[in-house]
T-cell receptor, first 111, second 114 residues
Framework: GESVGLHLPTLSVQEGDNSIINCAYSNSASDYFIWYKQESGKGPQFIIDIRSNMDKRQGQRVTVLLNKTVKHLSLQIAATQPGDSAVYFCADQAAGNKLTFGGGTRVLVKP | DAGVIQSPRHEVTEMGQEVTLRCKPISGHNSLFWYRQTMMRGLELLIYFNNNVPIDDSGMPEDRFSAKMPNASFSTLKIQPSEPRDSAVYFC????????????FGPGTRLLVL
């Protein structure tokens, strides 16, 4: 992922709506991608991952889409709930290299 | 499963003091990672162990930082002497076999160096 330093993008979403969080990565050799959720005062929590031989993977209420052509990753959350409020990080990794985290996106769910 | 365990959860110390952070990875996991999180730099990998052996320590800031993994169930990250710029949240994570698998994070240690 690409770090954005101090500025943390924020996505405000109405409860029940779908959320889409976007992430760009820079390493064209990356072949493993992962999304983490971090709630206040807690460590990052695994949500879903995808390898480069796939372009879509679904979990429970979440879908990750991978576009290797433009080096773009997205996380879709269906029927967003108040418990989804958190900071979401994407991370990418090339074989033999360390996981590189993006700067994160804050999701605020409005009741 | 208890997950990754870190201690202490909070540490406040004075500049120049030694700080030791502790981590117990998930049982059966062979890889262990230490990360630092700050607002300015986000999440940064400090060091990565596999089968108790340091594999990549390129993220360790300087000689003041050292990490050890004496056995499969315990690791320490030591800062000596500590400086105010070391204030951050330090996370330990573990994965089953290698670095290219899901990493499970502990709750973190929030360090404040005055």
């Amino acid at each position: 992922g690409e770090s954005v330093g101090l500025h943390l993008p924020t996505l405000s979403v109405q409860e029940g709506d779908n959320s889409i969080i976007n992430c760009a990565y820079s390493n064209s050799a990356s072949d493993y991608f992962i999304w983490y959720k971090q709630e206040s005062g807690k460590g990052p929590q695994f949500i879903i991952d995808i390898r480069s031989n796939m372009d879509k993977r679904q979990g429970q209420r979440v879908t990750v889409l991978l576009n290797k052509t433009v080096k773009h990753l997205s996380l879709q959350i269906a029927a967003t709930q108040p418990g989804d409020s958190a900071v979401y990080f994407c991370a990418d990794q090339a074989a033999g290299n360390k996981l590189t985290f993006g700067g994160g996106t804050r999701v605020l769910v409005k009741p | 499963d208890a997950g990754v365990i870190q201690s202490p959860r909070h540490e406040v110390t004075e500049m120049g003091q030694e700080v030791t952070l502790r981590c117990k990875p998930i049982s059966g996991h062979n890889s262990l990672f230490w990360y630092r999180q700050t607002m300015m730099r986000g999440l940064e990998l400090l060091i990565y162990f596999n089968n108790n052996v340091p594999i990549d320590d390129s993220g360790m800031p300087e000689d003041r930082f050292s990490a050890k993994m004496p056995n499969a169930s315990f690791s320490t990250l030591k800062i000596q002497p500590s400086e105010p710029r070391d204030s951050a949240v330090y996370f330990c994570a573990s994965s089953f076999r290698t670095a290219q698998e899901t990493q499970y994070f502990g709750p973190g240690t929030r360090l404040l160096v005055l």
